[in-house]
């Protein structure tokens, strides 16, 4: 089959370029622009990679305008119904579901690596009392690296899989000695005969003098969420992770670059920003102040938790969630808090508004995901954290397949450069 072309660049001196034109299995073709600079003398110019590839990937599929999301085919809807969390981690590593004694091995294997280093736990002690989790997060994470020296050859297939299964089997023991310090109590050993979600709340909530018993609601609605954020293809934390990794840095100091840019409030931010927001708009009466404050080109004011890059359609897992959330609100009395029917009363009235319609700007999955993590109880500075979690599986799957790709190259983006023309130094003295 002859190869596919398009012919888009003349230069100046009326030179043209066939660029070749890259299919994948699903969405729009791609033109291959890698030879432009060395041909034509031109560089591309796309801030915020709106419209361009950064890599071939196998893991998940998004269609921004059909709503659709797909890991490794398989519709989210259709994983949030009958999957659960470890298992959709075990298909976004290894691209395909596991069988029961795949599965099995694999539970086993993330649930004996959930101990964290007795020095490592000393680290916790030494942030100041009030640092946000995010912040312990990246810090603890990124040390790994000084404490399993043995899973970080990156060259090494059987290092890069030990790496993968310490990391997602560490952040919750990581995420709730972050939490346990910020409240300061003791903290909680993992107890590998729970399961990951419930494991998690565990070391999260429970206390050396009291009983305590995982509640099945909270812990079934964490795993959905958690498989609801695993992956998102190219975002900006797994970009930062694979940026970082293409550099050839260990997994464990890529991860932590990937929880830093997951913190900012236009991405996994986002969930904590909404409550914070909802807290700031504070009753019905206020919803008309603050949208037209979010209309206003001249007040950096955004509504949280609405629009996305991707999607200009509702988000497949916002609606999954939407409906959670209202069961979650109903089942445990908390729809009558007014927070909650000021949230509803947004959702509502945005959905009709001129404004987000004309913008595809709907609810995305951190406006419900914030209302659910505060309906089972997750103090607000532990919401980012709970996404981190979640996205550890994509952040490592992404490096993973990443780091095995022979067409890897570093990550080295250019420049428009608006700066001064060559000019000479002056001494000091001239000055
Ligand atoms: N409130 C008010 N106006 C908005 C909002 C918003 N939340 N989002 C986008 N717009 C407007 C924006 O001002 C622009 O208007 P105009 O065309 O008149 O200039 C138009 O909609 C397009 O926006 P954009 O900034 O070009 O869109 P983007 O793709 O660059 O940004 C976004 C996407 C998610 C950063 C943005 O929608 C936003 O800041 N949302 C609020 C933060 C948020 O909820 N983030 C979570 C994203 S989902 C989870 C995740 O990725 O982690």
């Given amino acids: 089959m002859p190869k596919e072309t398009v012919t888009v660049i003349v230069n100046a001196t009326g030179e043209q370029l066939e660029l070749p034109v890259l299919r994948g299995s699903h969405g729009p073709p791609v033109i291959d622009i890698s030879q ?6 031109y560089f591309t110019y796309d801030p915020g990679f709106k419209g ?3 890599c071939h990937s196998d893991i998940t599929y998004i269609d921004g305008d059909k709503g659709i999301l797909l890991y490794r085919g398989y519709p989210i809807d259709q994983l949030a119904e009958k999957s659960s969390f470890l298992e959709v981690a075990y298909l976004l590593l290894k691209g395909e579901l596991p069988d029961h004694p ?3 091995t694999f539970t086993d294997t993330i649930m004996d690596h ?3 280093h007795e020095n490592l736990r000393s680290f916790f002690g030494g942030f100041r009392y009030d640092a946000h989790p995010m912040a312990t997060m990246v810090g603890v994470v990124g040390s790994l690296s000084a404490f399993y020296h043995d899973s970080t050859d990156i060259n090494n297939p059987r290092h890069r899989e030990i790496a993968a299964h310490r990391m997602i089997a560490k952040m919750p023991t990581i995420a709730a000695a972050s939490y346990k310090s910020s409240v300061g109590q003791p903290y909680v050993y993992p107890n590998n005969k729970l399961g990951y979600c419930g494991n998690l709340l565990h070391m999260m909530f429970s206390v050396p003098c009291a009983e305590y018993e995982v509640n099945p609601v909270a812990e079934k609605a964490l795993d959905l969420l958690f498989i609801l954020h695993a992956d998102h293809e190219q975002n900006a934390s797994t970009s930062t992770v694979r940026l970082a990794g293409s550099s050839g840095a260990n997994p464990f100091a890529c991860i932590s670059s ?3 840019a997951l913190w900012g409030p236009a991405h996994g931010g986002a969930n904590e920003a909404v ?9 019905v009466s206020n919803i008309g102040k603050y949208l037209a404050k979010a209309k206003d080109k001249n007040d950096p004011f955004r509504l949280m938790g609405f629009g996305h890059r991707v999607y200009k359609n509702y988000d497949p897992r916002a609606r999954i969630l939407r409906k959670m959330c209202h069961e979650v609100l109903h089942e445990n009395g908390s729809s009558a808090d007014p ?5 509803l009363r947004l959702e509502d009235i945005a959905l009709q508004d001129d404004y987000f319609i004309e913008r595809k700007l709907y609810p995305n999955v951190d406006f419900y995901s914030g209302l659910i993590y505060k309906a089972l109880k997750i103090p607000t500075n532990m919401f980012t954290v709970m996404f981190a979690i979640a996205r550890t599986v994509g952040w490592v799957a992404n490096w993973m397949e990443m780091v095995s790709d022979p067409r890897g190259v570093i990550g080295r983006p250019r420049q428009l450069y ?6 000479d130094y002056t001494p000091l003295s001239e000055r």
């Fill in 102 to 104: 795949q599965l099995q």
């Fill in 52 to 54: 361009t590839a950064s």
């Fill in 258 to 260: 990937g929880i830093t």
């Fill in 114 to 116: 959930t101990m964290i």
């Fill in 418 to 423: 608006d700066g001064h023309c060559k000019r």
């Fill in 275 to 283: 409550l914070r927001m909802l807290e700031e708009i504070g009753d």
């Fill in 339 to 343: 927070l909650f029917e000021l949230a």
């Fill in 36 to 41: 432009l600079p060395a041909k034509l003398g």
